[in-house]
């Protein structure tokens, strides 16, 4: 089994080319698995900077055939030609993605280093994919694991604890553009009510903006300032708000722009405007930089002006981030060998089933069989002990491959199944997976005749 994520984010590529990419990015998941393609599992990851494809592939050889079935559903769902797609999107595979997604949910790559944001947005793809049914098992591990090592860094580090997030840089930059009015004093609508909408909400309020107003175009306002507070806006109600606002600030990215005629043709006699705009497709039109007393911050404005965490931070945050990254892909190579030690155990028990059942067959149920029975039992444990410890040995050193070759030889075992996706986390934990359920050292057949009341 093979991780391998298709990256696009603001650090390599436009945000304009991000945007794009993310249309209808909800179906790709779903869509790559249609039992055409290697891919096993798939998970989006999809933010106002980043547009990141998660997926896992049976082995190497598939590597390159899953990502170009990635590459063509998001061709398909974005609208852009798969050499477009190909080109804006990196492309990561086994240990660099691992390490890449836990620097991701650490906000190590951040538009602002050590954003709190991104994490939550980690957990939400997975559960959107768990939803969906697009997440498989070793999938579900990989983004569990990359929130908890997250997690890890919000409290063991400095990093992100001034609760430094895209929305809170974007409104000290707003603040500056107007120091001498504070923001109990001034009069917001926010667009949209998405996450970033209710992250804007709350850093607002304990801005002590009292005057808040939400526009949705798709009619979810009220519902999202019954839970929020706030004043919900609607077509009629918006003129009227945009009129006498300080400040609008964009997260929906919806099909809805405020253009600059718009503001232009309103009567706001000279008063200043600051317009935020934080949706990737832009809520606001370019053309507010071009009208007089409004002045627009976007996502680049924010990344550019996104302060430097510490350098003893950083460190080790990073630290924790490789430590994290090490553990994990040391236990997906050791569980690399759990299908060849069950297909080595599978036989093994065949052969020993074969004995057993002559053993029966000669002395039916009696002391003497039991006897040998068990001690068959317990010897064929006792060989499997070695062969099964050098096999996870030999995985965690990236050395599964001669294992299998060597099964393969001595026993003329192919274990076909280690090229499948591992059971998922709710049908068998780590623990389960660990061990698999074969017991040679208990004797079925003797049990069996005890219950059946024969001889014995």
């Known amino acids: 089994m093979v991780f391998v994520s298709l990256v696009a984010s603001h650090s390599d590529i436009d945000l304009e080319t991000v945007a794009l990419l993310s249309a209808g990015s909800s179906g790709v998941a779903s869509a790559v698995l249609d039992g055409t393609t290697p891919v096993s599992g798939a998970v989006v990851l999809a933010t106002c900077n980043r547009y990141e494809v998660y997926c896992e592939a049976p082995r190497e050889d598939d590597v390159e055939a899953a990502r170009s079935a990635v590459i063509a559903q998001i061709s398909r769902a974005s609208g852009l030609t798969e050499h477009q797609v190909s080109t804006a999107l990196a492309t990561k595979t086994g240990a660099d993605a691992v390490d890449h997604l836990f620097s991701v949910g650490a906000g190590l790559d951040s538009a602002v280093i050590g954003e709190r944001e991104i994490a939550g947005q980690v957990r939400r793809a997975l559960i959107e994919a768990q939803q969906?049914?697009?997440?498989?098992?070793?999938?579900?591990r990989l983004f569990q694991i990359a929130s908890r090592t997250a997690k890890e860094v919000g409290?063991?580090?400095a990093l992100g604890g001034r609760g430094l997030s895209i929305v809170s840089v974007a409104l000290d930059l707003a603040a500056d553009l107007s120091p001498d009015a504070g923001w109990a004093d001034k009069s917001v609508?926010?667009?949209?009510?998405?996450?970033?909408?209710?992250?804007?909400?709350a850093l607002l309020k304990e801005r002590g903006v009292v005057d808040l107003s939400v526009y949705s175009a798709s009619g979810r306002a009220e519902a999202f300032v019954a839970t929020r507070g706030g004043t919900a806006l609607d077509d009629e109600t918006l003129t009227a708000a945009l009129a006498s606002a300080d400040v609008l600030v964009g997260c929906s990215g919806g099909d809805r722009r405020i253009l600059a005629a718009d503001i232009a043709a309103l009567d706001r006699a000279e008063r200043p405007l600051v317009a935020i705009d934080l949706a990737l497709t832009h809520d606001f039109d370019p053309a507010f930089e071009d009208l007089d007393g409004v002045d627009l911050i976007t996502l680049e404005s924010v990344r550019m002006a996104a302060p430097t965490e510490q350098a003893e931070a950083l460190r080790e945050a990073r630290r924790i981030v490789r430590t994290a990254a090490d553990e994990f892909e040391a236990e997906q190579r050791e569980r690399s060998a759990d299908a060849a030690i069950v297909a080595l155990r599978k036989h093994t028990q065949s052969v020993l089933e074969a004995e057993v059942e002559k053993v029966r067959a000669q002395h039916g149920c009696t002391a003497a069989a039991e006897e040998v029975e068990f001690a068959l039992r317990r010897m064929m444990r006792q060989l499997l002990h070695v062969p099964t410890?050098?096999?996870?040995?030999?995985?965690a050193e990236g050395r599964v491959d001669e294992y299998e070759a060597a099964l393969e030889t001595l026993y003329g075992i192919s274990p076909a199944a280690a090229g499948q996706p591992a059971p998922s986390v709710k049908a068998a934990p780590p623990a389960a997976?660990?061990?698999?359920?074969?017991?040679?050292?208990q004797?079925?057949?003797?049990?069996?005749?005890?219950?059946?009341g024969t001889n014995g």
Do not use: I, N, W
């Open 132 to 140: 969906k049914g697009t997440a498989s098992g070793p999938l579900v």
């Open 155 to 157: 409290t063991r580090t």
């Open 189 to 201: 609508v926010v667009f949209g009510t998405g996450a970033y909408a209710g992250a804007t909400m």
């Open 389 to 395: 410890v050098r096999g996870r040995e030999l995985a």
């Open 433 to 441: 997976l660990a061990h698999p359920p074969v017991d040679f050292g």
């Open 443 to 452: 004797a079925p057949g003797a049990g069996q005749c005890r219950a059946t």
